[in-house]
């Protein structure tokens, strides 16, 4: 089963926009890392983010996670076209190496 | 640096045939994650290899199995394959003791005819 369920399934934004995606999981976790499937091909990984931190920047990128309510939003700001991909949470288990993935957001940014 | 490579791009077998793909690492990393990511069903982990060594398994038939080889590249082989075995499978790599960052490679599409 998936540890993650992303929310909402697909978001349709105009350019220039912020675009936010909520991951939400069910068991304590080690890590949460954000990443980017453009269409059919490899994931590209955007950020990672500790289960003792509570925000991370990366550029246009912010993440917050929030261990009390198990969840966690991916931020992007001044969205361009480019942007246009599937974005996936992922999480691991501390003693249990392997990800877990959530179900994705489909991201599309309108020209 | 060149990233992960994964071979062949496509593979067209037919039901029962055996599927071996192909995977090579970042340089320097020791670890190999395998995924299937079937459409609709998001992506699920079947394999992670660490110096030659298969570390842990998902929830997948024993018809799903793979190797790791000394120089750290990896087999995915799948036998019996049915149907429901099409999917991209993509293949990651690891340093270890990076907190489980993980690199992609661009997958090979499996269909099943």
């Known amino acids: 089963s998936q540890q993650g369920e992303e929310d909402p399934q697909a978001l349709s934004i105009q350019e220039g926009e912020n675009a936010t995606m909520n991951c939400s999981y069910k068991?304590?976790?080690?890590?949460l890392q954000w990443y980017r499937q453009n269409s059919g091909r490899g994931l590209v990984h955007l950020i990672l983010?500790?289960?003792?931190?509570r925000e991370k920047h990366s550029g246009r990128l912010r993440v917050t996670l929030d261990t009390s309510k198990k969840s966690s939003s991916l931020l992007i700001t001044a969205s361009r076209a480019a942007d246009t991909a599937s974005y996936f949470c992922a999480t691991d288990v501390k003693g249990n190496e392997k990800l877990t993935f959530g179900t994705g957001t489909r991201l599309t940014i309108i020209p | 640096e060149a990233g992960v490579t994964q071979s062949p791009t496509h593979l067209i077998k037919t039901r029962g045939q055996q599927a071996t793909l192909r995977c090579s690492p970042i340089?320097?990393?020791?670890?190999v994650y395998w995924y299937q990511q079937a459409l609709g069903l998001g992506l699920q982990f079947l394999l992670w290899y660490d110096e030659g060594e298969e570390r842990n398994r998902g929830n997948f038939p024993p018809r799903f199995s793979g190797r790791q080889f000394p120089n750290y590249s990896s087999e995915l082989n799948v036998n019996a394959l049915e149907l429901e075995d099409s999917a991209l499978y993509l293949c990651a790599s690891t340093l270890q003791g990076w907190g489980y960052e993980q690199y992609f490679g661009p997958g090979t599409r499996l269909t099943v005819t």
């Open positions: 068991t304590s976790i080690n890590n």
């Open positions: 983010i500790r289960s003792n931190e």
């Open positions: 340089s320097g990393h020791t670890s």
